[in-house]
């Protein structure tokens, strides 16, 4: 079965400062997909980046980007220039291809200071 | 709008009564989900439904039921054979399965036993 580790359950950063939050998992398969979601404290789960298994390009959206390791099964996200809205839980999650089950992994706290 | 509703938003129940929680989509996805989120777990699947009047258990169905007798909407009953069910509840849904469609989010009800 697949798992989904992110061992920081807190983490901080100054504004406009860079910050990398971690995410490992594990399987066996070949082919998945990867997603990083942002939760508020409004509880609203966003989508903020997701990355095919496939590709080997990193996935960019913005301040946000993946480093994405395959044969290290490592998916860490990046935030450049980080804004006092980016304070959130975030929760890395995986997906294979013949199912429509995300499994999440336990999710790491960004504080973010001005 | 189109989007996902969650209500209400919060949920008070007594012990040994089974409660439904309601999600209504008006994104003409075929996919929904229901997900359980306790602190320091992420979330776990609960159920999922990939076309009207079938569905399947996630990882912890036991003392939850679902329906889904319409397209838009995917209510979710916590029975009273539930043991924990104090917990916030998130539904989703996604367009199809697989591939890299993003499963969306409702607000989520949180919904408290005692």
């Known amino acids: 079965a697949q798992t989904v580790t992110q061992s920081q359950p807190e983490m901080s950063v100054q504004e406009a400062e860079t910050v990398t939050l971690s995410c490992t998992y594990d399987t066996s398969e070949s082919d998945y997909y990867l997603f990083w979601y942002k939760q508020p404290p409004s509880r609203q789960m966003i989508l903020v980046i997701r990355?095919?298994?496939?590709?080997?390009q990193n996935a960019t959206e913005n301040r946000f980007s993946v480093n994405f390791q395959k044969a290290a099964k490592s998916f860490s996200l990046k935030i450049s220039d980080s804004q006092l809205g980016d304070a959130a839980m975030y929760f890395c999650a995986y997906r294979s291809p013949n199912t429509d089950k995300l499994i999440f992994g336990t999710g790491t706290r960004l504080q973010v200071f001005p | 709008d189109g989007g996902i509703t969650q209500s209400p938003k919060y949920l008070f129940r007594k012990e040994g009564q089974n409660v439904t929680l309601s999600c209504e989509q008006n994104?003409?996805?075929?996919?929904m989900y229901w997900y359980r989120q306790d602190p320091g777990q992420g979330l776990r699947l609960i159920y999922y439904s990939q076309i009207v009047n079938d569905f399947q258990k996630g990882d912890i169905a036991e003392g939850y039921s679902v329906s889904r007798e319409k397209k838009e909407s995917f209510p979710l009953t916590v029975t009273s054979a539930q043991k924990n069910p104090t917990a916030f509840y998130l539904c989703?849904?996604?367009?199809?399965?697989?591939?890299?469609?993003?499963?969306?989010f409702g607000p989520g009800t949180r919904l408290t036993v005692t």
């Open positions: 989703a849904s996604s367009r199809r399965q697989g591939g890299t469609y993003e499963q969306y």
């Open positions: 994104l003409n996805h075929d996919a």
């Open positions: 990355q095919e298994a496939y590709k080997q």
